[in-house]
């Protein structure tokens, strides 16, 4: 790759080309995109298609539904609050497929997500603390989970956070895990 900066040409040698994508690398990808508010990161979230990025077959239903949910808000589809009610409704079900996660660290996404869909301000208030909790829970649980830098803080609350204020919400929560820099539209310049 090559950079300019002013008159000077940097030559970069990157990471080199992604070469496998799947669910979770997708989901980490929207989060961008909500919080950026991307162009470029929407276009590229919208390239995948579900069954190319569940391929392994590790993915719990309730995130099968939370990307469809996604996909559809995405296109202006009102159905995606019934992909996001379903996504909730497969949380109640036994979950093999890490659940730790799915009931720590995605329920109150989900939870989060409901709320906006609704419009319901006291709902989403109460849905970002709580789930600010459990995620401070999850990633405090052990040694190693304390020392692992994901749970510095929550980028899929912020989105979801994020995607509330562009609904003309307001987020009421402060934390140290809930970037608000990252919430609020125009810190990352898409031109």
Same mark, same amino acid.
């Given at each position: 790759?090559? +950079?300019?900066?002013?008159?000077?040409?940097?030559?970069?040698? @990157?990471?080199?080309?992604?070469?496998?994508?799947?669910?979770?690398?997708?989901?980490?990808?929207?989060?961008?995109?909500?919080?950026?508010?991307?162009?470029?990161?929407?276009?590229?979230?919208?390239?995948?298609?579900?069954?190319?990025?569940?391929?392994?077959?590790?993915?719990?239903?309730?995130?099968?539904?939370?990307? #469809? &949910?996604?996909?559809?808000?995405?296109?202006?589809?009102?159905?995606?609050?019934?992909?996001?009610?379903? +996504?909730?409704?497969?949380?109640?079900?036994?979950?093999?497929?890490?659940?730790?996660?799915?009931?720590?660290?995605?329920?109150?996404?989900?939870?989060?997500?409901?709320?906006?869909?609704?419009?319901?301000?006291?709902?989403?208030?109460?849905?970002?603390?709580?789930?600010?909790?459990?995620? #401070?829970?999850?990633?405090?649980?052990? &040694?190693? !989970?304390?020392?692992?830098?994901?749970?510095?803080?929550?980028?899929?609350?912020?989105?979801?956070? &994020?995607?509330?204020?562009?609904?003309?919400?307001?987020?009421?929560?402060?934390?140290?895990?809930?970037?608000? @820099?990252?919430? !609020?539209?125009?810190?990352?310049?898409?031109?």
């Amino acid at each position: 790759m090559r +950079a300019q900066v002013d008159e000077t040409v940097f030559e970069i040698e @990157g990471t080199g080309k992604t070469t496998y994508l799947h669910l979770a690398s997708w989901f980490e990808l929207y989060w961008w995109k909500a919080m950026s508010r991307s162009e470029v990161a929407a276009a590229a979230a919208g390239r995948f298609e579900l069954t190319e990025l569940t391929a392994d077959g590790r993915w719990g239903e309730h995130r099968l539904h939370l990307f #469809r &949910a996604f996909r559809s808000r995405d296109v202006g589809d009102p159905q995606w609050t019934s992909h996001l009610a379903d +996504a909730a409704r497969a949380l109640e079900q036994p979950i093999s497929v890490f659940p730790e996660e799915a009931d720590l660290l995605d329920r109150g996404v989900i939870e989060i997500l409901a709320a906006v869909a609704e419009g319901d301000q006291g709902r989403l208030t109460d849905s970002i603390d709580a789930a600010l909790v459990a995620h #401070r829970t999850y990633w405090t649980k052990s &040694a190693e !989970r304390r020392e692992d830098c994901r749970g510095f803080s929550s980028l899929p609350i912020a989105a979801a956070a &994020a995607i509330a204020v562009d609904e003309g919400m307001t987020v009421e929560v402060e934390s140290d895990y809930l970037a608000m @820099g990252l919430v !609020r539209p125009g810190w990352f310049s898409s031109t």
